[in-house]
């Protein structure tokens, strides 16, 4: 684990400049052929259509030549999370290594008649994360040093994809570390970025949500998912959650009394003692003695400021669902979320 020190670093650099993520657990799909962006996006709740590669000085407003989105099953349910690099002549699809085999199969089955081919290239890529206000600086940096980029903001901090062949991968780190400008540019590790993504509301696959959870439930439906976008596999169920009914639980963040640990499932309670959730994922607040933790309570509690218990301790919502860092968080500026009705 990262000492102290550096996760203040870290912190600084999330808030003012950027932090630089290789993410090893990411293999790659690439989709080529003439009707490859059409194609997939039908196969993803993201929005494909408008998305082009990133213009040669590799600066535009996100998103920009790529999106972060889902691919879901014909109940609406999450199979897996996809990162998506547009190319000039393909397109990198970055998913969790033990998906990768699963999706491409999932994929190859709605290949019909349409001029695409995807195929497994997990070996020769490896993909690199940016998270902060300056990531979409970094772009053209790691574009020069031989990968292909994309600015998507699928975490509420700012954010850019980078892929790059594995030879290559070592010179774009360093390309985007070296990057000039204000705010600092740091590297993280895993395991900091496991304390900084719950600190931020980000949740995890296969920790905070996997294929048992609906988009709406893991809070994931503002990053992740389009509503203006034609038919895709498993739009009806997902539409129509959004539309005409609810989630039955949502994914929150809570402050929680007390530095002792609260390991993941501990329950999640109304004052009175009605069990309403549970934890998913938890760390130590730096600020003071709480720990921060992300959860799952029932959709009429699931607002900010709604007052709870945890493990018996007294604990408080600071992030309501699908907000980003600042949104709904009562710690933030006119920070304010409406009741779910």
Not at 16 to 44: C, F, I, K, M
Not at 111 to 127: K, N, P, Y
Not at 228 to 238: A, D, F, P, S
Not at 271 to 300: E, Q
Request: glycine fraction near 12%; proline fraction near 6%.
């Amino acid at each position: 684990m990262d000492s102290t020190h550096e996760l203040d670093e870290q912190r600084r650099a999330l808030r003012e400049g950027a932090l630089v993520q290789p993410v090893t657990e990411l293999g790659t799909l690439v989709v080529t052929g003439s009707d490859r962006q059409s194609w997939l996006n039908g196969l993803v709740t993201c929005d494909l259509a408008p998305q082009k590669p990133l213009p040669a000085g590799g600066r535009a407003e996100p998103p920009a030549g790529g999106a972060y989105g889902l691919n879901v099953v014909k109940t609406g349910k999450i199979f897996a999370e996809v990162w998506i690099v547009i190319a000039a002549d393909r397109i990198h699809v970055g998913a969790r290594r033990d998906r990768i085999g699963q999706l491409r199969e999932a994929f190859e089955r709605y290949l019909i008649m349409e001029d695409a081919e995807i195929r497994d290239a997990s070996d020769e890529h490896g993909w690199i994360f940016a998270h902060g206000p300056r990531s979409a600086d970094l772009a053209a940096a790691g574009r020069a040093a031989g990968a292909d980029a994309a600015i998507v903001d699928w975490t509420g901090l700012g954010g850019a994809l980078f892929v790059a062949p594995r030879q290559s991968e070592g010179a774009v780190l360093a390309a985007l570390l070296a990057a000039g400008g204000a705010g600092p540019v740091l590297p993280t590790t895993d395991a900091a970025w496991e304390v900084l993504r719950v600190e931020n509301n980000v949740p995890r696959f296969g920790v905070d949500f996997d294929d048992q959870h609906f988009p709406q439930e893991a809070s994931l439906e503002a990053r992740a998912v389009s509503f203006n976008k034609g038919c895709y596999l498993g739009q009806e169920t997902v539409f129509m959650l959004q539309m005409r009914g609810h989630a039955k639980k949502r994914l929150v963040q809570l402050a929680v009394e007390g530095e002792d640990d609260v390991p993941p499932g501990a329950e999640i309670a109304l004052p009175g003692g009605a069990a309403v959730g549970a934890v998913t994922s938890r760390v130590s607040d730096p600020r003071g003695p709480r720990v921060i933790a992300l959860g799952y309570v029932k959709y009429k509690h699931a607002v900010a400021g709604e007052a709870l218990r945890v493990a018996g301790r007294a604990a408080e919502i600071t992030r309501a669902p699908g907000a980003a860092p600042g949104v709904g968080d009562r710690s933030a500026p006119g920070g304010k979320a409406a009741r779910p009705s």
